[in-house]
């Protein structure tokens, strides 16, 4: 009998080392590799169009030459309190790469979609095609003043 059950072991220990099967799990799994973005680089399917407006409060801004240091200041703590969940200066996150953001988009286009993303994902292409390429995670709209909105903007002039 003790042969019997040490054959039988032997058995189910020598099956045990076949081939390991890879089980499958449902559900969500998040893999967060570091990818590098060129700052002259468009995102991959989502076309550069510097004449697209956006839709929204702001219609017609034109930076001046020189930063405004105050304003790129307020503007750097609140991009730090709110879009550093999402958006990183240099790789892409839940969100693009913001340096850079100016050789892609109008300042009229990246205002209205940091004061009023609801409406610009319903409405702009631009903000539809960029919701598709980031898997539909979509961005918060934040209640922004027009004031804090212009101040983030200096801050990505910096990055």
């Not at 099956?15 to 590799?33: H, I, L, P, T, V």
Request: glycine letters at 6%; hydrophobic letters at 40%.
């Amino acid at each position: 009998m003790r042969k019997l059950l040490t054959l039988v072991a032997l058995g189910a220990l020598i099956a045990s080392c076949g081939e390991k099967k890879e089980e499958k799990k449902d559900g969500f799994e998040m893999n967060r590799a570091k990818k590098e973005v060129k700052s002259d680089a468009a995102s991959a399917g989502v076309p550069v169009d510097m004449d697209n407006k956006g839709v929204g409060p702001f219609n017609d801004v034109t930076f001046p030459e020189a930063i405004n240091s105050d304003m790129a200041a307020a503007g750097e703590a609140k991009y730090q309190a709110i879009c550093t969940a999402c958006h990183m200066a240099e790789q892409r996150m839940i969100g693009p790469a913001l340096k850079g953001v100016y050789e892609r988009r109008s300042p009229e286009w990246v205002m209205n979609m940091i004061i009023n993303p609801d409406k610009m994902l319903k409405e702009d292409p631009i903000a539809k095609a960029l919701l598709k390429e980031y898997n539909n995670a979509i961005m918060l709209n934040q209640n922004l003043s027009e004031e804090e909105t212009r101040n983030v903007a200096e801050y990505l002039r910096t990055l």
